[in-house]
């Protein structure tokens, strides 16, 4: 079963990494896009830049945590949908309360979408730190 663990794991994680670079990749032509077509003075513009990307790593992120749920609840990880939807969501995030946990033949897959939730996290991160020093608040020489 570990096995079954591990390659289902390795495939939602690669899913994952797929659609977060195609999601950061659209995240940066929406955020293009709207700052191009409404022209606001000042930090507005910032402003309204950086909203539109933590908006839309957020949504990015979302669809990461609704993937792992839909998997979960596809191979019987826990009983139902809503339940699979909150641990993905604890578990991706790595809040991680344990008061829902996975049935045991599962529980390595659970844990790999913990290590893929951080990593994502971190990585949007580092692009939340870029988009502001590139667009947002944060430009070099303004601040520092």
Do not use: K, Q
């Not at 951080?118 to 939340?128: E, K, V």
């Amino acid at each position: 079963m570990l096995i079954v663990n591990l390659a289902l794991g390795t495939l939602m994680i690669s899913l994952t990494v797929v659609i977060h670079t195609i999601g950061l990749i659209a995240v940066t032509h929406v955020m293009s896009w709207i700052t191009d077509r409404v022209r606001l003075n000042g930090h507005r513009s910032r402003i309204l830049a950086m909203n539109t990307v933590v908006i839309g790593v957020f949504c990015v992120l979302t669809a990461e945590v609704w993937l792992w749920a839909a998997g979960f609840s596809l191979i019987g990880v826990v009983d139902d949908f809503p339940t699979a939807l909150y641990l993905s969501t604890v578990t991706f995030s790595t809040v991680g309360y344990g008061d829902v946990i996975p049935h045991p033949e599962w529980r390595m897959m659970a844990a790999l979408e913990g290590v893929n939730g951080f990593l994502l996290i971190g990585w949007s991160t580092a692009y939340l730190i870029a988009a502001g020093i590139r667009v947002g608040p944060f430009r070099s020489g303004e601040h520092f």
